[in-house]
């Protein structure tokens, strides 16, 4: 199990934009770990200002990093089991969370998958923005909770209470977030996600930078920016160096932000770099 999946179970409050500037750190350098393939001994800077292996960064009582290789970890947002990502959303967002916040929120997942080192996994229907109607185990549910819709017209997310035994106990609390039209993405949003899901392939593929095959590459190439105490905590920056390396390219920038609005970072160290 990858920690990115972690990343998305952070309390509530880290969903609802009410975390301290201390919670959003921590948050940050999880993010990175799981950016940089969980490797126990891969080493970066944290946000108390220390450089250490990400071994001795805490991940509620364990350590955030835990595998040898890259090749040992397997990275998602979403899995078969439990909530599919947009229904995650749905139950953490606030209830006036415009419905292109969350598509753009499903994209954010998706992101850092494609970007992270180790294995990328991708649940079917991640790119449809697939709800099982708030079902946490669809096992037994049938076609009408699992089905995949692939004229890109509807997501799933409203189909009726869900039947599975570990979501049936919990009807009266899920029935006012099916109700919620915001919740409800658009045909027009659906493949928009679908389109935007395809480039994010289109990059992981478009260089091996992506896929490091041994944990000293990634502690030789990978290096991120934007860290320690005086971070902005909700954009996460990150450069790989391809000098030497297979590909067409010499050096790899990408940035993540998880805020709600634009954020500016100046990294003085990439000044004059010709990024396209």
């Known amino acids: ?21 201390a919670e959003l750190l921590h948050a940050a350098d999880l993010a990175r770990a799981g950016l940089a393939g969980t490797l126990r001994d891969y080493r970066m800077q944290f946000a108390d200002g220390r450089t250490a292996p990400l071994a001795t960064l805490d991940y509620k009582g364990q350590p955030a990093g ?15 089991d439990n909530p599919t990502l947009w229904d995650i959303h749905a ?7 415009p419905a292109q916040a969350r598509v753009e929120a499903q994209l954010l997942g998706a992101a850092f998958v494609a970007v992270a080192q ?16 708030l079902d946490r185990n669809s096992f037994d549910s049938g076609d009408w909770f699992n089905r995949l819709d692939w004229s890109y017209t509807d ?12 979501s049936a106990r919990d009807r009266a609390l899920l029935a006012p977030f099916l109700r919620n039209p915001n919740a409800k993405p658009s045909p027009a949003q659906i ?21 490091l095959r ?8 990978l290096r991120f920016l934007n860290t320690g105490p005086a971070q902005e905590p909700q954009v996460i920056a990150a450069q790989l160096d391809g000098d030497g390396y297979e590909g067409p390219h010499r050096s790899v920038l990408y940035l993540l932000n998880a805020a709600p609005g634009p954020r500016t970072l100046a990294l003085a160290a990439l000044a004059g770099e010709p990024y396209v």
């Open 66 to 80: 835990y595998v040898a290789q890259p090749g040992e970890v397997v990275n998602y947002v979403e899995n078969h």
């Open 91 to 97: 139950l953490k967002f606030p209830l006036a969370t």
């Open 155 to 166: 997501n799933g997310f409203g189909a009726g209470l869900p039947p599975g035994q570990d």
């Open 118 to 133: 180790g294995v990328a996994y991708f649940h079917a229907g991640m790119e449809l923005l697939r709800s099982k109607s």
């Open 1 to 21: 199990q990858g920690w990115l999946n972690g990343l998305h179970a952070q309390p509530n409050e880290v969903a609802r934009g009410r975390a301290s500037r």
């Open 214 to 221: 041994s944990a000293a590459d990634v502690q030789q190439r």
């Open 191 to 211: 493949a928009w996600m679908r389109d935007a899901f395809t480039d994010l392939l289109r990059i992981r593929s478009a260089t091996p930078l992506l896929r």
